[in-house]
């Protein structure tokens, strides 16, 4: 609060109240986050899962996220707090395929190093009827003689009984299913939002444009001064104003006086020019980083060289995010007894518009007819280039290539597989 303000009756509440509610809160960290996630989220990523768990492309929450929303929420939470913790669990009863639980950063509120221990505030509003009420519970897991044990607390108050989940066939976990995910890798240790300086610069903004707008709010407010003469009741359009002459004790004439008197307003360009730098301040923390979906006049090689050092937080963010998504489906491929090595989530980071001209395909095309590439790199390339499926590997593209254009036992031979019933 400005120190004038306390002169007040009301010790400046009133014009407190005003002077905070002019200004405006710059809309810089919301569009900055959401146009990362767009970035990275570009194009699918690429999840191969064994078949026994390809229910989760469509539901991978317990409230019906799909995996690929699921894992766009995850990329929005590192981006906003630098971490997020990944449980997989399972209902008691009525479905045999575990799920994904997201935490974000302040619902991990102790943990251990070692990962043996966790804490998670599971506490919100709870309704009962028409009413609502604050709970708080509590998730604890722990490894206790080498077991995962899962216990629950309302309050304070331990709940009854502890849960030792176990793998399909009886065996119990070795390790928490649980993964925290920061912005560089998969460490235990919190790490700084990697937008705090866009958070930062948006708050400098705001309270510059408090006072900013203070001062034109006050230099358009000028004040009527009369000298020698009796003010007016009332200003403004619609009033007449006459003021007589009058005398002084020697009989001269005093004749009245009437002006405006403003502040000057000498701030107020330092103000924007503050105002200006700390967006630029902003800019320099990553908002730039969209200008290059609108700079088609650039070739692609100067975009990824000007935008290379910006990029690399997102190239680590996307590969830190995919990476604990992989962890955590591996956790549910070990439960359910399917092989935890089939699970593969590869990250987009080709974070520019990388659609490839048709010249430049047929040219890959005729290179791997002159068998200059193979076609394992001819089909890397053409995915990179967003011509062929993300969704297929190199092989399941051929196999479909020689559906369309052998019959049965000619496809067969194609594949180097012997006819059918032989």
């Keep these: 609060m400005p120190s004038g ?53 469509e539901k991978a929450t317990v409230d019906g996220l799909s995996l690929e929303a699921f894992h766009r929420r995850v990329t929005t939470d590192i981006l906003l707090t630098g971490r997020y913790g990944i449980l997989v669990d399972a209902p008691p009863e009525g479905s045999d395929m575990p799920y994904l639980a997201g935490y974000s950063a302040e619902a991990l509120i102790n943990w251990s190093d070692a990962r043996d221990f966790y804490v998670l505030d599971e506490g919100g509003l709870t309704r009962e009827g028409f009413s609502w009420t604050e709970k708080r519970k509590f998730r604890v897991l722990e490894l206790l003689d080498g077991r995962y044990v899962v216990s629950r607390y309302s309050e304070t108050t331990k709940d009854d009984g502890e849960v030792v989940p176990t793998k399909r066939g009886g065996g119990v976990f070795e390790e928490i299913p649980f993964v925290v995910i920061s912005s560089r890798d998969l460490s235990v240790a919190p790490d700084e939002p990697p937008l705090i300086g866009v958070a930062r610069a948006a708050l400098a903004l705001y309270r510059l444009d408090a006072d900013y707008r203070h001062q034109l709010f006050w230099s358009g407010q000028e004040t009527m001064v009369v000298i020698n003469g009796d003010a007016p009741s009332a200003i403004g359009a619609g009033i007449v104003v006459s003021l007589k002459s009058g005398e002084t004790a020697e009989g001269n004439e005093l004749r009245p006086d009437v002006k405006y008197v403003g502040p000057a307003g000498t701030g107020i360009a330092a103000h924007r020019v503050a105002i200006q730098d700390e967006r630029d301040n902003a800019v320099a923390a990553g908002a730039r980083i969209f200008d290059s979906v609108q700079r ?46 089939e699970v593969v989530v590869k990250p987009n980071l ?50 479909q290539m020689q559906r369309e254009q052998f019959e049965p036992d000619e496809v067969r031979a194609a594949l180097l597989l012997p006819p059918a019933g032989g």
């Design 350 to 399: 080709d974070f520019l518009d990388a659609t490839m001209t048709p010249q430049d395909a047929a040219a890959l095309v005729t290179a791997w007819q002159n068998n200059a590439i193979s076609y394992e790199t001819l089909y890397e390339n053409l995915q990179r280039g967003e011509i062929a499926s993300s969704e297929r590997t190199a092989e399941e593209e051929f196999a």
């Design 5 to 57: 303000f306390r002169a007040q009756d009301d010790g400046g509440r009133a014009m407190y109240g005003a002077y905070m509610k002019r200004a405006q809160f710059p809309e810089i960290l919301g569009p900055t986050v959401r146009g990362m996630v767009g970035i990275i989220h570009r194009t699918e990523t690429q999840i191969d899962l064994p078949t026994s768990m390809l229910g989760l492309w």
């Design 296 to 341: 088609a006049q650039e070739s692609g090689e100067a975009l990824r060289l000007r935008y290379a050092a910006q990029t690399a937080t997102l190239t680590s963010i996307a590969q830190s995010s995919a990476a604990g998504l992989e962890k955590a489906l591996r956790y549910i491929a070990i439960m359910t007894g399917a092989n935890p090595d």
